[in-house]
């Protein structure tokens, strides 16, 4: 019987271990970074901090602002188009090509929502009664939005009511007449 030696393989050079990537101060990101749709967002998230139905000008969310990224995508996501981590203190909204302002405002303003109540006992850990109380109050608070009737409270039912708003607005100063002035009928 012929004897058999087994030949060691030759192994691959394994590439020295890097150290994880830290995440960005938010204080070292250009203002570009922010802007997605016409919106400054860190500008946004700040004055929708102050709301009440968030906490208002005292609240947790102005005493200590949470770290916003803002993910650029390829394509609108099919599902996520933000998220929050209310134990780390930070959210994360999607941009991509052909976002409306209304879709980042909403997503904005969901997301901090998650941030202000954190999750819920029960069945709805995330989008119950309270959250959607809450987001519905912070809608009219902050866009003067109101009488929308969400089926669910995911995306799509106030971004759409923030583009009409968005809309009448654009229309008015069409005619050089300000938003919040009273027009004559005509």
Request: no cysteine; aromatic share 6%; charged share 30%.
């Amino acid at each position: 019987m012929p004897i058999r030696f087994k030949i060691p393989k030759q192994r691959r050079p394994v590439a020295p271990r890097q150290a994880p990537r830290r995440r960005r101060s938010p204080g070292t990101r250009p203002a570009r970074y922010y802007a997605v749709a016409g919106v400054d967002l860190r500008a946004e998230m700040e004055r929708l901090s102050a709301l009440p139905a968030l906490g208002g000008p005292d609240g947790p969310l102005v005493r200590r602002p949470p770290e916003l990224a803002v993910r650029r995508a390829s394509a609108r996501p099919r599902t996520r188009l933000g998220f929050a981590v209310p134990e780390e203190h930070r959210l994360s909204v999607t941009a991509y090509p052909g976002i409306r302002r209304g879709d980042i405002e909403e997503t904005l303003l969901h997301e901090l929502v998650h941030l202000a109540i954190g999750s819920s006992p029960g069945g709805r850990r995330w989008h119950g009664r309270e959250f959607t109380e809450t987001l519905r109050r912070a809608m009219r608070e902050a866009y003067g939005i109101t009488g929308v009737r969400a089926k669910n409270t995911y995306h799509g039912t106030y971004a759409a009511a923030l583009e009409r708003r968005h809309a009448r607005e654009e229309a008015l100063a069409a005619r050089g007449v300000h938003p919040e002035q009273l027009e004559l009928a005509g």
